[in-house]
């Protein structure tokens, strides 16, 4: 069963940043090999689609965070990211990590607090 495990989580004041990882745990996987996404869950909403990329590169990203977030991996750290900046409070979410084959949304993590506030 692939798992993730996210990091870097936090609270920020409005107009700063953090950079979310997310590395795979129990059976082997490369994440470059896979479809892989941040969602997010505001409080009392349904989970949305923040960013995503998949095996070949190629990115994509909600409106509501284009210009802002930018997702990437570390093929060598085996590792991804979400580089969140220009934070609003309505980035106010957990945000979760999430992989498959061909489209993100099959195998999750457990998710991170980001909470944006002054």
């Known amino acids: 069963q692939v798992q993730f495990v996210e990091s870097g989580g936090g609270v920020v004041q409005p107009g700063g940043s953090l950079r979310l990882s997310c590395v795979p745990s129990g059976i082997s996987v490369r994440v470059y090999t896979m479809a892989m996404g941040w969602y997010r869950q505001p409080p009392g909403k349904q989970r949305e689609l923040v960013a995503s990329?998949?095996?070949?590169?190629?990115?994509n990203y909600a409106d509501s965070v284009k210009g802002r977030f930018t997702i990437s991996r570390d093929n060598a750290e085996n590792t991804m990211y979400l580089q969140m900046n220009s934070l609003k409070p309505e980035d106010t979410a957990v945000y979760y990590c999430?992989?498959?084959?061909?489209?993100?949304?099959?195998?999750w993590g457990q998710g991170t607090q980001v909470t944006v506030s002054s």
């Open positions: 999430s992989g498959g084959w061909g489209q993100p949304g099959h195998y």
């Open positions: 990329i998949v095996s070949g590169g190629a990115t």
